[in-house]
């Protein structure tokens, strides 16, 4: 991924994992809560097999729905 792209990915990741704070479920491996920035990364690793950096430029609008998708449906 170009590395602007990848800067407004970051900055997506940011803005999804602030607007999660406090609305992930709780879960026992984590007791004082949960990390959103992490658990939108390691989706996107589960997803695509590797960081977002990785991702070619062509699948970024899919990256980007993807990210919504997890604002949308936190779990």
């Known amino acids: 991924m170009k590395q602007e792209n990848a800067k407004k990915i970051w900055q997506l990741i940011l803005e999804t994992g602030d607007s999660l704070k406090g609305v992930l479920p709780d879960h026992p491996s984590h007791p ?5 920035y992490a658990h939108i990364s ?18 970024i609008y899919e990256l980007e729905e993807f990210i919504k998708y997890l604002e949308e449906n936190p779990s």
């Open 42 to 59: 390691l989706e996107i690793k589960t997803k695509y097999g590797c960081s977002y950096k990785d991702i070619p430029d062509s699948k």
């Open 32 to 36: 004082k809560g949960r990390n959103p």
